[in-house]
């Protein structure tokens, strides 16, 4: 475990559950183009990677692609269009996540959101769920040329908030959280009830785990009581 000085989170699927209203733009973007709707479940197996490739993967119809298929610019556009509309319908933070972040808010610690979703969603979508206050800096996946799994958007934060990139904590759920996680050299936690992709990539780094961002927040509370933040314990 580490005493962070200072931690960031990924959004979707690790502090709000945003699933369903990605689904429902989603399957009005397939309608319009003529296609059949998909169930939210696998609209869950596809989040993770930016809104382009959740659109690709819906008119491909898998997760898994070899290119990206045609007319993927003009849907992704209509997408854009329906989630505006339908942003905070049904998406809400997990439980503990409100929890956690005022404990962690307590300890004193700068915290950050490093997210594959566009700017102009993350912002509005933190402060329609009043969450917003909580956090000094955030990245969005067009904030920068790169988003994750390039480990950039996690050094962009870390100098926003001027900590060294090894002294945060990431708290993700997906193969793009850990790939940019070991880039970048970052230690990195995982929450279980996210998005992802359908793969076994934490089924080897079950050490990563923790059930929950308030479980979490109790662990680094614990940590901090019994020491000085920013140092590594074994």
């Keep these: ?19 369903p209203d990605l689904a429902t733009a989603v399957n009005r973007t397939l309608a319009e183009l003529g296609h059949a709707p998909v ?38 556009e209509r997408f854009f269009q329906h989630y505006r509309d339908c942003l905070v319908d049904r998406s809400r933070p997990y439980p503990g996540v409100r929890t956690g972040l005022d404990t962690l808010r307590g300890l004193g610690l700068p915290l950050g959101v490093v997210t594959n979703k566009p700017e102009r969603f993350t912002a509005p979508l933190l402060e329609a769920l009043d969450l917003a206050e909580y956090f000094r800096v955030l990245v969005g996946g067009d904030t920068l040329p790169v988003k994750k799994p390039d480990p950039a958007p996690l050094e962009h934060a870390a100098r926003a908030l001027a900590v060294p990139v ?3 904590l ?21 929450v279980p009830y996210g998005y992802p992709g ?13 059930a ?13 009581t019994h020491g000085g933040a920013g140092h590594r314990t074994a």
């Excluded at 929950?212 to 901090?224: G, K, P, T």
């Design 198 to 210: 359908g793969d076994a990539t934490f089924e080897d780094h079950p050490e990563l785990e923790v």
């Design 170 to 190: 990431l708290v993700g759920d997906s193969r793009a959280d850990l790939d940019a996680a070991l880039a970048a050299g970052m230690p990195m936690v995982r």
């Design 212 to 224: 929950s961002v308030d479980q979490l927040a109790a662990r680094i509370e614990a940590e901090h």
């Design 166 to 168: 090894a002294d945060c």
């Design 39 to 76: 169930v939210e479940d696998t609209v869950r197996v596809w989040i993770g990677n930016g809104a382009r490739t959740l659109m690709a993967r819906a008119l491909a119809g898998r997760r898994e692609l070899v290119e990206e298929p045609p007319g993927l610019e003009a849907a992704l």
């Design 1 to 19: 475990m580490i005493r962070p000085a200072a931690v960031l989170f990924d959004l979707d699927g690790t502090l709000v559950d945003s699933a």
